[in-house]
């Protein structure tokens, strides 16, 4: 039975999407900027090249709530909603809230970042302050990966999220895990994707995930490759927002943060010019994803991951499916009307083969969001980290 908190997060997550719903009918994927621009560099300049790039929410980590309110009217100017945090919203909730919880770019509150389950009940009185405020906008904070020692998280990683979606009860469950390493990818992503997403599922709550975009050690600089690897594999799980860490480069200190969308001084990288891209493409077919359910999730290849299932029987649309290579991410998604097939290249350094064919008319969803026609069945090859998705009437 869920919890009193649980079901607050599930009526909060209701209101959520209500909020975030697109005019006009056409989905859009919330798309977050971390650590994004600092208060001495907010301007109308910065704010439109945010815009610009793609991102309709800003979360800058700012530190007095007179940043913050400017932060707001920057954001409404351009379309950009402004995740909020500054010190008053700490040490004086009802001040903070009161001051800002009519502005119509607020999206919604910044608690902190990966707190241990021995921080769970000061956050869920934090929250619960917040809450009594404003109802309307979202309390949102960002849990550990699971290779954090359970030391560090006071519990098993399964017990830990399972005991934040409990305890603290916020309408979004969001994790951060930067799989793309120098050494190749951390096997574990897939494994804390399927935890996150379990328990997503069963709170009735949507769940936000991540895609490294400011290099540091052991985290190489991002290509388009590991974007899209990285963001098409947590749609494929489920994901109904996306995140960036980061967008603003942070000065560098022991991490080495460098080469992020916009580096430290204000300047563009190359880097800006494919998380434009990116985001693009993401937003074209957001459709497919915005509201759907998971109802199939599987691995293929010789190797599986580790704390995931090999793809099982698929739905009798999909007559059959064979993929070469190091293997994909199979799922299965409904979207209203529509059931899709999608499969995500796990590997960045090879290619897949893989053949498949329908027993139903199939439309295949390219990057532009256009639905093209494609026979029956077919032999197709995946780029890198790269998608494809199949489309048929339920």
């Not at 809230?97 to 970042?113: I, M």
């Not at 996150?196 to 190489?220: D, I, M, Q, R």
């Not at 995500?344 to 290619?351: A, G, H, M, Q």
Request: charge should be negative; glycine fraction near 8%.
């Amino acid at each position: 039975m869920k919890t009193f908190r649980t079901i607050l997060a599930l009526i909060a997550a209701i209101s959520m999407a209500a909020a975030c719903a697109p005019k006009g009918g056409d989905a859009e994927i919330p798309i977050l900027a971390w650590y994004s621009i600092p208060a001495e560099f907010a301007s109308e300049e910065t704010y439109k090249e945010l815009a610009d790039a793609g991102f309709n929410i800003n979360f800058s980590h700012l530190g007095k709530l007179s940043e913050a309110k400017k932060a707001l009217d920057l954001g409404q100017k351009y379309g950009v909603k402004i995740m909020l945090t500054c010190q008053e919203l700490a040490a004086d909730p009802e001040l903070a809230v009161e001051n800002v919880k009519d502005h119509p770019a607020l999206f919604g509150y910044f608690l902190r970042d990966e707190p241990a389950v021995g921080d769970f009940p000061q956050l869920a009185h934090w929250a619960d302050r917040i809450r009594s405020l404003d109802d309307k906008h979202p309390i949102y904070l960002n849990l550990f990966p699971n290779y954090a020692p359970d030391n560090v998280l006071g519990c098993t990683y399964p017990e830990y999220v399972h005991r934040f979606v409990e305890e603290v009860g916020l309408p979004m469950l969001s994790f951060d895990y930067y799989p793309v390493t120098v050494d190749g990818i951390r096997e574990s992503w897939w494994s804390n994707l399927e935890v996150v997403a379990k328990e997503a599922k069963e709170a009735g709550v949507p769940f936000w995930a991540f895609a490294l975009s400011t290099a540091h050690y052991p985290y190489p600089i991002a290509t388009m490759q590991s974007l899209r690897l990285q963001f098409y594999t947590d749609l494929a799980y489920g994901a109904q927002g996306l995140q960036y860490f980061t967008y603003w480069c942070p000065t560098p200190g022991i991490w080495d943060f460098n080469n992020a969308p916009i580096n430290e001084f204000g300047s563009r990288t190359e880097v800006y010019d494919l998380v434009k891209e990116m985001n693009k493409e993401l937003q074209a077919r957001a459709g497919v994803f915005m509201g759907a359910e998971v109802l199939q999730l599987g691995h293929t290849g010789d190797t599986i991951p580790p704390g995931v299932s090999p793809l099982g029987k698929l739905p009798p649309q999909v007559s059959s499916l064979d993929t070469k290579g190091k293997g994909t991410v199979v799922s299965v998604l409904e979207n209203g009307d529509w059931q899709y097939l999608m499969i995500v290249n796990r590997s960045l350094d090879e290619k897949v083969d893989y053949q498949v064919a329908f027993n139903v008319p199939v439309k295949k969803i390219e990057r532009s969001g256009k639905a093209s026609k494609v026979a029956p069945s077919g032999s197709y090859t995946l780029e890198e980290g790269d998608c494809a998705i199949f489309r048929w009437k339920k």
